[in-house]
């Protein structure tokens, strides 16, 4: 007896190529979420450190001293308010974290990176991201009443 011959016997293996790209989407979709969930989360650590560093370093600011002195002489304040800053930013901070500081008048700004590596986007050929943010602070004069 003799068998016949299908289309379908000469299709064998056509599914592989499919499976594959299926994947390969799936992957992508699934990295964007996983990574893209960790940078969010990173973005948010580096935010709240930096606003609490430049918040430290206005606490270390004395208006009074501000209001009536030269530039010149502020010097040792301004190092106080950034050494201030700059611990708190090295306590609070993702790790790998970089910050900047400085004193404009009697505000504190600071700006901060970091860079978070990807766990599955590297599979479709992204390896990472970097974070940036930024924050300012003033003292406040509170008066007493």
Request: proline content about 3%; hydrophobic content about 50%; aromatic content about 6%.
């Amino acid at each position: 007896m003799k068998r016949e011959h299908s289309n379908l016997d000469f299709e064998s293996g056509q599914s592989f190529p499919l499976v594959m790209a299926v994947l390969m989407i799936v992957l992508a979709i699934g990295g964007l979420v996983l990574d893209g969930s960790r940078a969010f989360l990173i973005r948010r650590q580096l935010q709240n450190a930096l606003d609490a560093a430049v918040l430290a370093g206005a606490g270390h600011v004395d208006l009074e001293k501000f209001k009536g002195s030269i530039e010149n002489n502020l010097e040792p304040e301004r190092l106080a308010a950034v050494s201030a800053a700059e611990r708190i930013f090295t306590v609070n901070a993702p790790t790998g974290s970089r910050a900047w500081f400085q004193v404009q008048g009697a505000r504190v700004e600071g700006a901060a990176v970091c860079t978070v590596s990807f766990v599955l986007l590297p599979l479709v050929g992204l390896s990472g991201y970097e974070v940036h943010v930024r924050a300012s602070a003033s003292p406040v004069l509170i008066s007493g009443g």
